[in-house]
């Protein structure tokens, strides 16, 4: 009889399949979360995959989001890569043009039951290259904006999901009560940028929604987008949010949404689970339209099988157990899928305990409307040589126009 044991850990959950004369097969797997909820839904993917593999295991492997693209990389090019592993949107391209990709377009293809063609084809835009498909998304999550609602009342203001279902949820909206609330409460700010990390690991997840919502963006065609009116106006906005009205913490300084010190923050609602024992009431809310409209901003994820790794085939059938569409209805209570038949069903709306079903529909709206953040196959060289330059737009007496110059001017070569 075979026997299985389950591990649980706050970096790495295993699952064991044990029994009879089998080879053993371990399938190590690289991801960036380690929030308990979704390694045990994880863990359960696994187990039910290893049931019926006697001899077969899977590994996944916590690295955190900041670090995990470099530290990949150096596992790959070290010779100790994962056999698969989720990867982010911005460094799909360079994954795919360094060969590092299996082509798993054939098998998955070939079949009935896993249905690709359930797929978005926009989702796939990314991962997909004619017949060759390089990954699967499994999160095309849209930044939306979180709110703790108990802020908002306390101040004598409408929150952002009541001002956006009036058609009144602007970004100069959004800098008034940011102001309004920082003003009445001291030690508490009006907003985060994401996970606070918005000057150093998450900079893009700051600026490329501002300088959208002003009609920009970071590059099109190669040419860089970052010193055009639109992008220096957006981020001129942004900075006097942080510094004229000392709404928004500045470098240095901490605030956190999700214990209660920020009455607004930009994410994904993959982070709502980190509120389900809140002291306060919270809601989501589409971002703020800008001076060009509407501009959702959407963050994707995928998974990949590694050319290096010593179990490709298993790591495909894998691959396609996790994605497969009853998974994928598991998983879209944290990550937003790219399966149409769940996206469309009321699975998606109704089956997140946290958010309430007309406040999912706005999550689905944003991913119908959006665009996913940039890439580039220089992706990484290209963060590279914009951090120094980012901190520089961060100072308190920065000229903006001279600094986004000054990115363009370093990421230029990249970009052709």
């Known amino acids: 009889m075979t026997a299985r044991r389950i591990l649980f850990a706050a970096t790495s959950v295993t699952a064991l399949a044990m029994g009879g004369s089998a080879v053993a097969q371990d399938l190590r797997v690289t991801v960036w979360t380690g929030n308990a909820a979704h390694l045990e839904m994880l863990n ?36 100790n890569p994962p056999d698969l592993g989720w990867i982010m949107e911005d460094a799909a391209p360079a994954f ?63 929150d952002p999901l009541t001002l956006a ?37 998450r900079f893009m997840h700051t600026m490329v929604p501002a300088i959208r919502a002003w009609g920009g ?10 010193s055009s009116p639109e992008a220096v106006a957006a981020m001129t906005f942004l900075h006097e949010m942080v510094y004229q009205d000392r709404s928004v913490p500045p470098p240095g300084e901490v605030g956190d949404f999700f214990s209660g010190r920020a009455a607004m923050t930009v994410n994904q609602i993959s982070r ?76 998606f709306v109704e089956g997140n305990p ?10 689905a709206d944003a991913i119908a409307g959006g665009r996913v953040l940039p890439s580039h196959p220089r992706n990484p060289q290209i963060l590279a040589a914009m951090a120094p330059r980012v901190d520089v737009m961060w100072r308190a007496d920065a000229n903006m126009q001279q600094a986004l110059n000054a990115i363009c001017d370093a990421i230029a070569p990249q970009l052709r």
Not at 187 to 201: A, C, H, P, R, V
Not at 310 to 329: I, K
Not at 357 to 362: D, G, I, L, S
């Open 44 to 79: 359960g993917f696994a187990e039910s995959f290893t049931a019926t593999r006697p001899g077969v295991s899977v590994t996944f492997e916590t690295i955190p989001a900041a670090d995990y693209t470099q530290r990949l990389t150096f596992q790959l090019a070290g010779g």
């Open 96 to 158: 795919v043009d360094a060969g590092v990709l299996v082509n798993v377009g054939p098998v998955l293809r070939a079949d009935a039951a896993f249905d690709f063609a359930d797929f978005s084809e926009p989702a796939l835009g990314l991962w997909v290259d004619g017949d060759a498909v390089f990954g699967v998304p499994f999160s095309t999550s849209p930044f939306m904006t979180f709110f703790n609602r108990d802020l908002f009342v306390a101040a004598g203001l409408d």
């Open 165 to 201: 279902e009036r058609g009144e949820w602007t970004v100069e909206k959004k800098r008034e009560v940011a102001r309004l609330i920082s003003d009445a409460n001291p030690g508490i700010w009006g907003l985060e940028f994401k996970d606070g990390q918005g000057y150093d690991s």
């Open 217 to 226: 963006d970071a590059w099109t065609d190669n040419t860089c987008g970052f």
């Open 272 to 347: 709502a689970s980190v509120l389900a024992n809140a002291g306060f009431e919270w809601g989501i809310a589409p971002l703020p339209t800008g001076p060009a409209g509407e501009a959702m901003v959407i963050g994707q994820a995928g998974i990949g099988v590694f050319t290096g790794g010593r179990n490709r085939d298993l790591a495909t059938e894998f691959l396609m157990h996790w994605t497969n569409q009853e998974n994928v209805e598991t998983m879209a209570r944290f990550f937003p899928p790219a399966r149409q038949s769940v996206l469309d069903g009321d699975v």
């Open 354 to 363: 946290l958010i309430p079903a007309e406040q999912m529909r706005h999550v």
